[in-house]
Protein backbone atom coordinates (compact mmCIF):
# COMPACT_ATOMS: atom_id res chain seq x y z
CA UNK A 1 0.00 0.00 0.00
CA UNK A 2 1.33 3.65 -1.05
CA UNK A 3 1.45 5.73 1.73
CA UNK A 4 -0.32 9.63 1.53
CA UNK A 5 2.22 11.93 3.88
CA UNK A 6 0.23 15.00 5.17
CA UNK A 7 1.15 15.51 7.90
CA UNK A 8 4.57 18.14 6.93
CA UNK A 9 3.63 20.08 9.85
CA UNK A 10 5.03 17.48 11.92
CA UNK A 11 8.47 16.72 10.21
CA UNK A 12 9.23 17.10 6.26
CA UNK A 13 11.32 13.94 4.45
CA UNK A 14 15.16 15.15 3.59
CA UNK A 15 16.04 16.37 1.03
CA UNK A 16 18.63 14.40 -1.37
CA UNK A 17 20.76 17.44 -1.82
CA UNK A 18 20.72 18.01 1.81
CA UNK A 19 21.79 14.44 2.26
CA UNK A 20 24.31 14.67 -0.14
CA UNK A 21 25.56 17.49 1.39
CA UNK A 22 25.72 15.63 4.85
CA UNK A 23 27.60 12.97 3.27
CA UNK A 24 30.99 13.53 3.51
CA UNK A 25 30.39 14.83 7.95
CA UNK A 26 29.21 11.28 8.42
CA UNK A 27 32.10 9.60 6.55
CA UNK A 28 35.46 10.99 5.65
CA UNK A 29 35.23 14.35 7.15
CA UNK A 30 34.84 13.42 11.15
CA UNK A 31 37.06 15.25 12.99
CA UNK A 32 35.96 17.11 15.99
CA UNK A 33 35.85 21.07 14.93
CA UNK A 34 37.41 21.81 18.62
CA UNK A 35 40.40 19.80 17.57
CA UNK A 36 43.85 21.78 16.54
CA UNK A 37 44.48 19.60 14.22
CA UNK A 38 43.65 19.64 10.02
CA UNK A 39 40.95 17.18 10.39
CA UNK A 40 38.84 19.70 13.07
CA UNK A 41 40.05 22.82 11.42
CA UNK A 42 38.47 21.57 8.47
CA UNK A 43 34.84 20.68 10.40
CA UNK A 44 35.02 23.98 12.37
CA UNK A 45 35.62 25.90 9.13
CA UNK A 46 32.47 24.06 7.77
CA UNK A 47 30.77 24.90 10.65
CA UNK A 48 31.02 28.85 10.41
CA UNK A 49 30.47 28.34 6.60
CA UNK A 50 27.06 26.78 7.42
CA UNK A 51 26.55 29.70 10.11
CA UNK A 52 27.58 33.06 7.91
CA UNK A 53 25.13 30.99 5.30
CA UNK A 54 22.06 31.44 7.33
CA UNK A 55 23.11 34.30 8.86
CA UNK A 56 23.11 35.95 5.63
CA UNK A 57 19.36 34.48 4.72
CA UNK A 58 17.97 35.30 8.05
CA UNK A 59 19.74 39.09 7.52
CA UNK A 60 21.31 38.73 11.38
CA UNK A 61 24.98 38.38 12.06
CA UNK A 62 26.99 35.26 12.16
CA UNK A 63 27.55 36.12 15.66
CA UNK A 64 23.50 36.04 16.28
CA UNK A 65 22.71 31.90 15.24
CA UNK A 66 23.95 29.60 17.57
CA UNK A 67 22.93 25.77 16.81
CA UNK A 68 20.96 23.86 19.04
CA UNK A 69 19.82 20.16 19.23
CA UNK A 70 16.05 21.75 17.62
CA UNK A 71 12.90 24.90 18.72
CA UNK A 72 12.59 22.85 22.01
CA UNK A 73 16.45 23.47 23.24
CA UNK A 74 16.60 26.63 21.70
CA UNK A 75 12.59 28.03 23.18
CA UNK A 76 13.71 26.47 27.14
CA UNK A 77 17.10 28.67 26.49
CA UNK A 78 15.64 31.79 25.14
CA UNK A 79 12.64 32.07 28.01
CA UNK A 80 15.55 30.62 31.11
CA UNK A 81 17.82 33.73 29.80
CA UNK A 82 15.22 36.26 29.60
CA UNK A 83 14.37 35.38 33.23
CA UNK A 84 17.49 34.76 34.37
CA UNK A 85 19.43 37.35 32.43
CA UNK A 86 17.80 40.02 31.47
CA UNK A 87 15.43 40.86 34.38
CA UNK A 88 11.92 40.14 33.09
CA UNK A 89 10.08 39.09 35.91
CA UNK A 90 6.84 38.80 33.72
CA UNK A 91 6.15 36.44 30.85
CA UNK A 92 2.96 37.19 28.71
CA UNK A 93 2.05 34.46 26.27
CA UNK A 94 -0.79 32.66 24.78
CA UNK A 95 -2.93 29.35 25.39
CA UNK A 96 -2.47 27.86 22.10
CA UNK A 97 1.46 28.64 22.08
CA UNK A 98 3.37 24.80 21.08
CA UNK A 99 4.23 22.81 25.21
CA UNK A 100 8.50 24.19 24.25
CA UNK A 101 6.77 27.27 25.17
CA UNK A 102 3.87 26.27 27.56
CA UNK A 103 5.70 23.92 29.76
CA UNK A 104 8.87 26.01 30.10
CA UNK A 105 6.83 29.34 31.10
CA UNK A 106 4.44 27.16 33.75
CA UNK A 107 7.64 25.87 34.96
CA UNK A 108 9.19 29.38 36.20
CA UNK A 109 5.71 30.54 37.25
CA UNK A 110 5.32 27.16 39.26
CA UNK A 111 8.88 28.02 40.81
CA UNK A 112 7.89 31.83 41.19
CA UNK A 113 10.75 32.88 38.96
CA UNK A 114 8.42 35.19 37.32
CA UNK A 115 4.49 35.79 36.94
CA UNK A 116 2.50 34.49 33.90
CA UNK A 117 -0.67 36.58 31.55
CA UNK A 118 -2.18 35.29 28.61
CA UNK A 119 -3.03 37.59 25.89
CA UNK A 120 -6.90 36.90 24.61
CA UNK A 121 -7.59 35.58 21.42
CA UNK A 122 -9.91 36.45 18.69
CA UNK A 123 -12.74 34.21 17.60
CA UNK A 124 -10.23 33.25 14.76
CA UNK A 125 -7.76 32.14 16.82
CA UNK A 126 -5.27 35.41 16.52
CA UNK A 127 -3.69 37.30 19.04
CA UNK A 128 -5.69 40.11 20.04
CA UNK A 129 -3.01 43.25 19.91
CA UNK A 130 -4.83 45.57 21.87
CA UNK A 131 -4.87 43.12 25.23
CA UNK A 132 -1.35 42.58 24.26
CA UNK A 133 -0.69 46.28 24.84
CA UNK A 134 -3.00 46.42 27.72
CA UNK A 135 -1.29 43.63 29.72
CA UNK A 136 2.24 45.01 28.32
CA UNK A 137 1.29 49.03 29.58
CA UNK A 138 -0.06 47.28 32.98
CA UNK A 139 2.98 45.44 33.73
CA UNK A 140 5.60 47.12 36.75
CA UNK A 141 8.06 44.36 36.20
CA UNK A 142 10.33 44.04 33.01
CA UNK A 143 8.39 41.62 30.89
CA UNK A 144 8.86 38.49 27.99
CA UNK A 145 6.70 38.41 25.65
CA UNK A 146 7.30 34.58 23.75
CA UNK A 147 4.47 34.35 21.09
CA UNK A 148 4.85 31.78 17.91
CA UNK A 149 5.03 33.66 14.57
CA UNK A 150 2.84 30.11 13.28
CA UNK A 151 0.36 28.08 15.08
CA UNK A 152 1.92 24.66 14.86
CA UNK A 153 -2.14 23.39 14.84
CA UNK A 154 -4.33 25.60 13.11
CA UNK A 155 -1.61 27.95 10.95
CA UNK A 156 -2.44 31.01 12.32
CA UNK A 157 0.43 33.95 11.84
CA UNK A 158 1.45 36.32 14.05
CA UNK A 159 2.02 40.19 12.82
CA UNK A 160 5.34 39.49 14.19
CA UNK A 161 6.59 43.14 13.25
CA UNK A 162 3.80 44.83 15.24
CA UNK A 163 4.37 42.75 18.54
CA UNK A 164 7.52 43.94 18.01
CA UNK A 165 6.76 47.24 18.23
CA UNK A 166 4.83 46.86 21.01
CA UNK A 167 7.76 45.24 23.02
CA UNK A 168 9.80 48.02 21.79
CA UNK A 169 7.46 50.61 22.80
CA UNK A 170 7.24 49.31 26.85
CA UNK A 171 10.87 47.48 26.41
CA UNK A 172 9.95 44.06 26.68
CA UNK A 173 12.21 41.34 25.46
CA UNK A 174 10.57 39.04 22.63
CA UNK A 175 11.32 35.70 21.46
CA UNK A 176 8.80 34.23 18.90
CA UNK A 177 9.05 30.20 18.09
CA UNK A 178 9.43 30.67 14.71
CA UNK A 179 9.44 26.66 13.86
CA UNK A 180 7.05 26.48 11.51
CA UNK A 181 7.98 30.12 9.59
CA UNK A 182 11.48 30.04 8.88
CA UNK A 183 12.50 27.87 5.79
CA UNK A 184 8.63 28.99 4.82
CA UNK A 185 8.85 32.85 4.96
CA UNK A 186 11.73 34.96 4.07
CA UNK A 187 13.11 36.66 7.05
CA UNK A 188 14.51 40.34 7.57
CA UNK A 189 15.83 40.09 11.52
CA UNK A 190 17.22 43.75 11.10
CA UNK A 191 13.94 45.25 10.45
CA UNK A 192 12.24 43.42 13.19
CA UNK A 193 12.30 44.24 17.09
CA UNK A 194 13.28 40.99 18.27
CA UNK A 195 15.54 39.36 20.66
CA UNK A 196 15.05 35.38 20.33
CA UNK A 197 13.92 33.36 17.43
CA UNK A 198 13.60 29.56 17.44
CA UNK A 199 14.26 26.93 14.49
CA UNK A 200 14.68 23.53 13.66
CA UNK A 201 16.08 22.13 10.60
CA UNK A 202 13.34 19.21 10.00
CA UNK A 203 10.20 21.20 9.12
CA UNK A 204 11.86 22.54 5.64
CA UNK A 205 13.50 19.21 4.61
CA UNK A 206 16.38 19.57 6.64
CA UNK A 207 17.80 16.64 9.26
CA UNK A 208 16.03 16.36 12.80
CA UNK A 209 18.07 17.35 15.71
CA UNK A 210 19.28 20.39 14.80
CA UNK A 211 17.73 23.67 15.26
CA UNK A 212 19.30 27.35 15.77
CA UNK A 213 18.44 30.40 18.23
CA UNK A 214 18.78 33.84 17.26
CA UNK A 215 20.33 35.85 19.86
CA UNK A 216 20.28 39.46 19.41
CA UNK A 217 23.51 41.06 19.22
CA UNK A 218 22.34 43.88 21.64
CA UNK A 219 21.67 41.45 24.95
CA UNK A 220 24.34 39.36 26.64
CA UNK A 221 22.83 35.98 27.98
CA UNK A 222 24.57 32.99 29.57
CA UNK A 223 24.41 29.30 28.50
CA UNK A 224 21.68 26.72 29.23
CA UNK A 225 23.92 23.59 28.87
CA UNK A 226 27.29 24.10 30.84
CA UNK A 227 30.23 22.04 29.87
CA UNK A 228 32.49 22.91 27.16
CA UNK A 229 33.30 26.43 25.01
CA UNK A 230 31.46 25.67 22.11
CA UNK A 231 29.27 27.75 20.68
CA UNK A 232 31.81 30.28 21.30
CA UNK A 233 31.17 29.53 24.93
CA UNK A 234 27.22 29.70 24.57
CA UNK A 235 26.16 25.78 24.30
CA UNK A 236 28.28 23.27 26.45
CA UNK A 237 28.94 19.74 23.12
CA UNK A 238 30.19 18.53 20.39
CA UNK A 239 28.67 20.21 17.74
CA UNK A 240 26.22 18.17 15.70
CA UNK A 241 28.66 18.59 12.61
CA UNK A 242 26.48 16.78 9.73
CA UNK A 243 23.39 18.63 11.22
CA UNK A 244 24.74 22.05 11.14
CA UNK A 245 25.64 21.69 7.15
CA UNK A 246 22.33 19.80 6.61
CA UNK A 247 20.31 22.47 8.40
CA UNK A 248 22.04 25.49 6.07
CA UNK A 249 21.99 23.48 3.10
CA UNK A 250 18.03 22.75 3.53
CA UNK A 251 17.94 26.73 4.29
CA UNK A 252 19.43 27.69 1.15
CA UNK A 253 17.09 25.30 -1.03
CA UNK A 254 14.70 26.67 0.69
CA UNK A 255 15.06 30.04 0.03
CA UNK A 256 15.88 29.82 -3.36
CA UNK A 257 12.39 27.72 -3.52
CA UNK A 258 10.28 30.13 -2.00
CA UNK A 259 8.75 31.88 -4.62
CA UNK A 260 7.60 28.68 -6.71
CA UNK A 261 7.04 26.22 -3.60
CA UNK A 262 4.45 28.91 -1.42
CA UNK A 263 2.60 29.16 -4.48
CA UNK A 264 1.92 25.64 -5.49
CA UNK A 265 1.54 24.60 -1.63
CA UNK A 266 -1.37 27.78 -1.07
CA UNK A 267 -2.70 25.97 -4.35
CA UNK A 268 -2.88 22.80 -3.18
CA UNK A 269 -4.38 24.01 0.31
CA UNK A 270 -7.49 26.08 -1.10
CA UNK A 271 -8.32 23.12 -3.41
CA UNK A 272 -8.31 20.90 -0.67
CA UNK A 273 -10.66 23.52 0.81
CA UNK A 274 -12.84 23.66 -1.34
CA UNK A 275 -12.94 19.85 -2.39
CA UNK A 276 -14.34 19.18 1.59
CA UNK A 277 -16.39 21.95 1.50
CA UNK A 278 -18.25 20.70 -1.62
CA UNK A 279 -18.31 16.92 -0.44
CA UNK A 280 -18.87 17.25 3.41
CA UNK A 281 -22.01 19.53 4.88
CA UNK A 282 -20.95 20.82 7.96
CA UNK A 283 -17.34 20.52 7.30
CA UNK A 284 -15.51 23.82 9.65
CA UNK A 285 -12.28 24.81 8.96
CA UNK A 286 -9.96 26.16 12.42
CA UNK A 287 -8.45 28.95 12.65
CA UNK A 288 -7.94 31.69 9.61
CA UNK A 289 -8.01 29.46 6.97
CA UNK A 290 -9.18 32.06 4.41
CA UNK A 291 -6.68 35.30 6.09
CA UNK A 292 -3.54 35.01 7.92
CA UNK A 293 -2.41 31.92 7.84
CA UNK A 294 0.70 29.48 6.86
CA UNK A 295 0.44 28.41 3.45
CA UNK A 296 1.49 24.61 4.62
CA UNK A 297 -1.41 23.99 6.92
CA UNK A 298 -4.99 23.67 6.45
CA UNK A 299 -6.78 22.16 10.38
CA UNK A 300 -10.38 20.88 9.86
CA UNK A 301 -13.49 20.21 11.71
CA UNK A 302 -15.92 17.01 10.71
CA UNK A 303 -18.93 16.94 12.90
CA UNK A 304 -18.46 14.36 15.97
CA UNK A 305 -20.40 11.04 14.52
CA UNK A 306 -20.26 7.21 15.47
CA UNK A 307 -18.13 7.15 12.06
CA UNK A 308 -16.38 10.23 12.66
CA UNK A 309 -14.72 9.50 15.98
CA UNK A 310 -12.35 6.99 15.10
CA UNK A 311 -11.55 9.00 11.86
CA UNK A 312 -7.76 9.40 12.55
CA UNK A 313 -7.43 5.69 12.97
CA UNK A 314 -9.29 4.68 10.01
CA UNK A 315 -7.00 7.18 7.67
CA UNK A 316 -3.75 5.56 9.61
CA UNK A 317 -5.20 1.97 8.25
CA UNK A 318 -6.00 3.29 4.75
CA UNK A 319 -1.90 4.42 4.22
CA UNK A 320 -2.80 8.54 4.74
CA UNK A 321 -0.76 10.17 7.71
CA UNK A 322 -2.43 13.25 9.49
CA UNK A 323 -2.82 14.34 12.80
CA UNK A 324 -5.59 15.43 14.72
CA UNK A 325 -6.37 17.40 17.98
CA UNK A 326 -7.80 14.91 19.02
CA UNK A 327 -6.51 11.79 20.13
CA UNK A 328 -7.40 8.51 21.68
CA UNK A 329 -6.25 7.45 25.40
CA UNK A 330 -7.04 4.99 27.27
CA UNK A 331 -11.07 4.87 25.21
CA UNK A 332 -11.22 8.80 26.20
CA UNK A 333 -11.28 11.11 23.77
CA UNK A 334 -8.83 14.24 24.58
CA UNK A 335 -8.58 17.32 22.48
CA UNK A 336 -5.48 19.34 22.06
CA UNK A 337 -4.89 22.16 24.09
CA UNK A 338 -5.24 24.59 20.73
CA UNK A 339 -8.74 23.30 20.03
CA UNK A 340 -9.95 23.62 23.89
CA UNK A 341 -8.47 27.41 24.11
CA UNK A 342 -10.65 28.47 21.03
CA UNK A 343 -13.60 26.54 21.18
CA UNK A 344 -13.77 26.03 25.18
CA UNK A 345 -17.03 23.25 25.36
CA UNK A 346 -17.86 23.03 21.45
CA UNK A 347 -14.27 21.28 21.55
CA UNK A 348 -16.12 18.58 22.71
CA UNK A 349 -18.04 17.73 19.54
CA UNK A 350 -15.70 18.64 17.12
CA UNK A 351 -13.03 15.77 15.03
CA UNK A 352 -9.95 18.10 14.20
CA UNK A 353 -7.76 16.96 11.64
CA UNK A 354 -4.67 18.82 10.40
CA UNK A 355 -2.93 18.48 6.57
CA UNK A 356 -0.04 19.90 6.36
CA UNK A 357 1.42 19.90 2.62
CA UNK A 358 5.11 19.72 0.96
CA UNK A 359 6.23 20.69 -2.27
CA UNK A 360 6.14 16.76 -3.00
CA UNK A 361 2.34 16.53 -2.35
CA UNK A 362 -0.18 16.62 -5.58
CA UNK A 363 -3.98 17.01 -6.54
CA UNK A 364 -4.34 13.58 -6.85
CA UNK A 365 -3.50 12.51 -3.65
CA UNK A 366 -5.85 15.09 -2.35
CA UNK A 367 -8.83 13.61 -4.72
CA UNK A 368 -7.81 10.30 -3.26
CA UNK A 369 -8.15 11.52 0.36
CA UNK A 370 -10.99 13.11 -0.28
CA UNK A 371 -12.49 10.29 -1.79
CA UNK A 372 -11.08 7.97 1.59
CA UNK A 373 -13.31 10.66 3.56
CA UNK A 374 -16.65 9.92 1.31
CA UNK A 375 -16.23 6.54 2.83
CA UNK A 376 -15.21 6.94 6.39
CA UNK A 377 -17.28 9.94 7.11
Same mark, same amino acid.
Given at each position: ?30 ? &? ?117 ? &? ?226
Amino acid at each position: MSRIYFDNAATTSLDPDVLAAMMPYLTEKFG &NPSSIYSYGRETKMAIENARKSVAKILNASPGEIFFTSGGTESTNTAVTAAIRDLGCKHIITSAIEHHATLHTVEHMAHFGHATLSYVNLTDKGHIDMKHLEELLAGSKERTLVTLMHA &NNEIGNLLKIKAVGELCEKYDAIFHSDTVQTIGHYPFDLKKIYIHFISAAGHKFHGPKGIGILYVNENIRIKPYINGGAQERNMRAGTENMYGIVGFAKALEIATLRYDEDSQYMKGLKMYMKEQLEENFPGVTFNGDANGSSLYTVLNVSFPMTERSDMLLFNLDMAGICVSGGSACTSGANSVSHVIKALYNGEAASMVPIRFSFSRHNTKEEVDTVVEKLKELV
